[in-house]
């Protein structure tokens, strides 16, 4: 079995006697994997070596700091199927969607080495005579990147690309239920030669090591992804250095389908968008709305697709969904299930617990319909293979319940009606809408929730400009002749 160690200032540091983390295989149960459970004095050595590292790698061209990152984007992909394997394993997720992700990791990492010649300042005009305005996009410096378990990999590319290509150094936290893909990646960077300190990898609670890591002075940006509770914390913890945080947390994707809508390309796209990753992506449908003409086909199409829904250990089988990634999940997503039943919503298809010779931690793929839009299910977060429907009248309507929410990561409306598309883009209070498609984001784009669904965002030059802080300087060119 594996036993990983805290990498930190370019060298794995020995466990010695320090207390191990279990990772659980959540299809088999089996145990994987251990890694080091960081103590608060381990995150201080780490964000230290980062921030002296900080200081060299900050003034190093960009387009050199970029030369290193395709340098990890080859080694990442040469080392493709040992990233896949990982996260399967770890969290559960079918293979073939875990070999996307390893590539996501490695274009992600190439889309912004490539941004490297697109840090750019401003000269802007003075009231002055002699006198040059020079605005300068900086590095922000140390950065924590607190990371969640259900896209281990990819996340790794959103925390560090942008961080490294804009001059700052890391301190990665992956989640307990997935650290170990961070750790192979901390492999190549070894192997890619970036200087020791730029990136760290460091394990352990989010109590202890994601609140050491919020609360040190010298990061100067805590670039959080996970739920909104744990945001809020992060969010807190913060204030008292008045740490910059950018903060993509949870969600509750309304997606809206019209009687107008192509049905047979609005089934496909909604269900895909509810199975992929076992129903556990932030950004992914979680309660659906069908106008009243369509409604029963809708639900009958819909349900025989969950029906057909395979699942199983993503290294034993070719399966379409894997488990929920603990216990405590499976628990979460059942108590939400039985909520909905006990407010009245129709079980059409799953509804319980399930394992596969009988062990880990699985759900049935449920179809929940004639739910009302105040229930529970439609309302907290789900992360599960669970698809919660109800019906609607009109489109004001329809608009007026997907606004209600505490969250607004993303959201979707499927019709054939030019008008309806662009009031649906501009009356949708959501970062993210999605018109005819299945939710899912662009490097290029801009990934970000309004309300508690985060502050900040990922992705593209917007993305880029969170790692960045701006520094105008004033240069009076003719001191003598301006003092008279
Ligand atoms: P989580 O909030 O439990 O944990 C996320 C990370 O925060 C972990 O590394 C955890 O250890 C750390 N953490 C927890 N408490 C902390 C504290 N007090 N101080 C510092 N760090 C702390 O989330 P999770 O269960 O790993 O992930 C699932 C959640 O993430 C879902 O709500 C999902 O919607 C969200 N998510 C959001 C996005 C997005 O881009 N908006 C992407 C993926 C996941």
């Known amino acids: 079995m594996k036993q990983y160690k805290l990498f930190i200032n370019g060298k794995f540091v020995p466990n010695g006697k320090r207390e191990m983390l279990d990772v659980i295989n ?73 070999f996307d992700e390893a590539g996501w990791l490695a274009d992600y990492i190439v889309y912004y080495a490539e941004l490297a010649r697109h840090i750019k300042g401003e000269i802007i005009p003075s009231d002055r005579p002699n006198e040059n305005i020079l605005l300068y996009k900086m590095p922000i410096g140390v950065v924590g990147g607190i990371m969640p378990w259900n896209f281990p990999l990819f996340l790794i590319g959103r925390k560090v ?11 990665l936290k992956p989640s307990s239920d997935s650290p170990n893909g961070c750790y192979e990646f901390a492999n190549l960077v070894k192997k890619a030669g970036i200087p020791d300190g ?15 890591l919020a609360s040190n002075p010298k990061v100067h940006l805590v670039s959080m992804t996970g739920s909104t509770e744990a945001g809020q914390k ?52 979680e309660r659906v709305y069908v106008q009243k ?35 405590a999940q499976q628990e979460h997503v059942d108590e939400l299930v039985q909520s909905a039943k006990a407010e009245g919503g129709k079980i059409k298809c799953g509804g319980h617990k399930a394992s596969y010779n009988g062990k880990g931690w699985f759900y049935e793929p449920t179809v929940i319909a004639d739910c009302k839009h105040g229930m529970r299910i439609m309302t907290e977060e789900i992360f599960g293979p669970v698809l919660p429907i109800t019906s609607f009248d009109t489109f004001d309507e329809v608009i007026e319940m997907a606004n209600d929410t505490v969250y607004g990561l993303t959201s979707s409306i499927y019709t054939s009606s030019y008008d309806v598309a662009m009031r649906a883009m501009n009356e949708l ?20 929730g309004v309300r508690q669904s985060g502050i900040g965002g990922d992705d593209g030059e917007h993305g880029l400009e969170e790692f960045l802080e701006t520094h105008i300087c004033y240069i009076d060119y003719n001191l003598k002749a301006d003092v008279k």
């Open 429 to 448: 209070h959501f970062g993210e809408t999605y018109i005819n498609r299945e939710h899912f984001e662009a490097f290029q784009g801009f990934h970000a």
């Open 293 to 327: 003409p369509i409604y029963d086909k809708f639900v009958k199409k819909i349900v025989a697709k969950f029906k057909a829904t395979t699942y199983g250990p993503a290294l034993e089988g070719k399966f379409d969904i894997g488990p929920m990634v603990n216990k």
């Open 161 to 171: 690309a942008p961080a490294l290509v804009a001059g700052d150094t890391v301190v």
């Open 198 to 212: 730029v990136v760290n990898v460091v394990t352990g609670s989010g109590a202890v090591v994601g609140n050491a």
């Open 234 to 285: 992060i969010m807190k913890t913060a204030a008292d250095n008045v740490t910059k945080v950018s903060l993509e947390l949870g969600g509750k994707a309304p997606v809206i389908v019209m009687a107008d809508c192509d049905f047979d390309a609005t089934i496909e796209h909604v269900y895909n968008s509810r199975i992929i990753n076992t129903g556990q992506a932030c950004n992914c449908a």
């Open 26 to 98: 959540p299809a088999t149960e089996k145990v994987i994997s251990q890694v080091p459970k960081a103590t608060a004095k381990d995150v201080e050595a780490a964000v230290d070596a980062a921030y002296e590292a900080q200081k060299s790698w900050g003034k190093l061209p960009a387009s050199s700091r970029a030369a290193y990152l395709y340098k990890l984007a080859d080694l990442v992909r040469e080392n493709r199927v040992l990233f896949a394997k990982t996260n399967s394993e770890e969290m559960g997720k079918p293979y073939a969607q875990s």
